[in-house]
């Protein structure tokens, strides 16, 4: 085994490591979207969204 071997393999883990924390990161929020579509549709606003008239 070489040195660059361990240092391939260390970008290469970091690298995967930065994606799949990106893609974590990305569903997430996705999923958070959803469920206040899901809220909102419901009649359950957020508190800092303006007051609808007639409410």
């Known amino acids: 085994m ?5 240092v391939y393999a260390s970008y ?3 690298a995967l490591v ?3 924390v ?5 569903a997430d929020g996705r999923a958070r979207r959803r469920e206040l579509a899901a809220l ?7 508190r800092s ?3 609808r008239d007639g409410e």
């Open 40 to 46: 909102e549709a419901a009649g359950i606003r957020r």
């Open 12 to 14: 290469g883990f970091a």
């Open 22 to 26: 990106t893609l974590w990161t990305w």
């Open 2 to 6: 070489t040195h660059a071997f361990y």
């Open 18 to 20: 930065t994606i799949a």
């Open 49 to 51: 969204a303006p007051a």
